[in-house]
T-cell receptor, first 111, second 109 residues
Framework: DVKVTQSSRYLVKRTGEKVFLECVQD?????MFWYRQDPGLGLRLIYF???????EKGDIPEGYSVSREKKERFSLILESASTNQTSMYLC??????????FGDGTRLSIL | GIQVEQSPPDLILQEGANSTLRCNFS?????LQWFHQNPWGQLINLFY???GTKQNGRLSATTVATERYSLLYISSSQTTDSGVYFC???????????FGTGTRLKVLA
């Protein structure tokens, strides 16, 4: 079974902090994704990566950056956290350009 | 941009009941998937169904691409079916999913 592991289930940070969300997959997939999920808005794509060191902006990249130094790991970075970034963050991986396997999510609160 | 609308937004069922969830989309798509997010937040891929009908146990799905809708059928519902059901579509010519806002299902014992 594919396993996509997100480093934290719950995270509380303060405004202005630099926040790192980590995601690791164990199936050697080329493609990895970061989404955020908000009530009434569904899932929205922040960034995706189709290879090591390669990335593409999604629909809402503002305020975020990503890093993919190794194939199995895709990190989402909030450069200076703000309260409107309080959300559920979901990572996914896939052998195709469309997300197939999701992690359990990180519920991030910015105070 | 493309609109993906799901109905109903909320649904409460007694265990054993059947239900139909609907996904309407406003543009031509070349991919459609149904996902289930359980109460713990885990998102599971149910069906990849750009057209036609598929069945997996008590769940089945039908997509009529020419009429721009897809249906997810849940028969003999169980409490473990509770959660949010999302459809996601890919606009023709792109590689990006657009998610609907979901149907929140609660199955009562």
């Amino acid at each position: 079974d594919v396993k996509v592991t997100q480093s934290s289930r719950y995270l509380v940070k303060r405004t202005g902090e630099k926040v790192f969300l980590e995601c690791v997959q164990d199936m050697d997939h080329e493609n990895m994704f970061w989404y955020r999920q908000d009530p009434g808005l569904g899932l929205r794509l922040i960034y995706f990566s189709y290879d090591v060191k390669m990335k593409e902006k999604g629909d809402i990249p503002e305020g975020y950056s990503v890093s993919r130094e190794k194939k199995e790991r895709f990190s989402l970075i909030l450069e200076s956290a703000s309260t409107n970034q309080t959300s559920m963050y979901l990572c996914a991986s896939s052998p195709t350009p469309l997300p197939q396997h999701f992690g359990d999510g990180t519920r991030l609160s910015i105070l | 941009g493309i609109q993906v609308e799901q109905s109903p937004p909320d649904l409460i069922l007694q265990e054993g009941a059947n239900s139909t969830l609907r996904c309407n989309f406003s543009d031509s798509v070349n991919n459609l998937q149904w996902f289930h997010q359980n109460p713990w937040g885990q998102l599971i891929n149910l069906f990849y169904i750009p057209s036609g009908t598929k069945q997996n146990g008590r769940l089945s799905a039908t997509t009529v691409a020419t009429e721009r809708y897809s249906l997810l059928y849940i028969s003999s519902s169980q409490t473990t079916d509770s959660g949010v059901y999302f459809c996601a579509v890919v606009i023709s010519g792109t590689y990006k999913y657009i998610f609907g806002t979901g149907t929140r299902l609660k199955v009562l014992a």
